[in-house]
């Protein structure tokens, strides 16, 4: 049975080329304050463009942020956050 996954797009950035993305996935609480996720924390070693979803995210929401760096600076810039995740 294929896993549910979540991918990320880094969308569009400017600024001098090359410029490199990182990925770091985070879980938060189900709860939103003010239309903002809350009590988020890293998800250890999910850096990659996508995230297979596991049943200890389920009663949570995700998000990614996503890192840009050239060589004159970085900028980052978090995804919306997801639903609440269900089995």
């Keep these: 049975k294929a896993k549910a996954k979540l991918t990320a797009t880094r969308g569009t950035w400017t600024g001098t080329a090359p410029i490199t993305y990182k ?6 609480n189900a709860k939103l304050q003010k239309g903002k996720a809350v009590g988020c924390k890293t998800i250890k070693g999910a850096t990659k463009s996508t995230l297979v979803l596991a049943s200890k995210y389920v ?6 942020l996503i890192t ?3 060589i004159v600076s970085s900028t980052k810039a978090y995804s919306k956050v997801t639903t609440i995740i269900k089995k």
């Design 23 to 28: 990925y770091q996935w985070v879980t938060c």
């Design 68 to 70: 840009a760096t050239n």
């Design 59 to 64: 009663g949570k929401r995700i998000e990614v």
